[in-house]
């Protein structure tokens, strides 16, 4: 898939999301690594995303992880992220494709069963193993093959169930320690200080504008003739060719 669709309906001037470069090569053998980012957009869901093949292959699971056995949960299939999106958490500006609060909900490591995952994928069959801070046990992602063309699968609690997060854990990054709320407050607290941040820079700009006039004006008042040397001097940094 690549990163076009994912660059497609994004505006990087509006938002802070990761632009992302060229897919990074990297082998699929071996455990790769796994997040699932918590996004408050037009509806709440989850993004699961597993690294594979340089960038991160995506679903948008509307109701998070199933937690006990046999359970199992759409699963839509979404644009290739980049791999620094794996980390990104904040907030995607309000009009703005998935405008919302991100959260850094669980990340770890991930294993596939059997085959080679980029197969296991193109066959719609993923037996998975997830190591993450929150998410511990087996899950199956499988495409639903009436529903192709809508990029539908189905991700299942496989095995035996996993201890599903607390509430309190299920509102808490495991990047930050922020909540939800916290992560929306803080960008706005942040954008507060950059406005604030911009007033020492300001400030010095003006300092020196002050002093290059103070400088001029002693100038003139004390030795009128260094004007000219001033003039003389501008001269060699004009262009000359
Ligand atoms: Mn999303």
Avoid: C
């Amino acid at each position: 898939m690549g990163l076009r669709t994912y660059k497609a309906k994004r505006d990087f001037r509006r938002t802070s999301e990761p632009k992302g470069g060229k897919p990074k090569p990297k082998g699929v053998k071996g455990a790769s690594r796994f997040v699932i980012q918590k996004h408050d957009a037009s509806r709440l869901h989850y993004d699961f995303r597993l690294e594979m093949k340089g960038v991160l292959k995506s679903w948008a699971v509307p109701k998070g992880l199933p937690w006990a056995q046999g359970e199992k949960h759409l699963a839509v299939e979404v644009e290739d992220h980049p791999i620094e999106y794996a980390t990104f958490e904040g907030v995607i500006p309000e009009g703005q494709y998935g405008g919302g609060t991100v959260m850094v909900w669980d990340r770890g490591r991930y294993y596939v069963y059997g085959e080679q995952p980029l197969k296991s994928l193109h066959e719609g069959k993923l037996h998975l193993v997830l190591d993450g801070e929150k998410a511990k046990g087996e899950w199956t992602l499988v495409r639903i093959r009436s529903n192709e063309a809508k990029n539908q699968w189905l991700i299942l609690k496989t095995r035996s169930g996993s201890k599903p997060p607390s509430k309190k854990l299920d509102d808490e990054s495991v990047k930050t320690g922020r909540t939800m709320k916290q992560i929306a407050e803080q960008r706005d607290a942040e954008r507060q200080s950059n406005r604030e941040d911009e007033s020492p820079t300001r400030g010095f700009r003006a300092r020196i504008r002050a002093a290059i006039a103070a400088n001029g004006r002693s100038n003139k008042k004390k030795t009128p003739a260094r004007r000219k040397t001033k003039g003389r001097a501008r001269s060699p940094s004009a262009p000359t060719n």
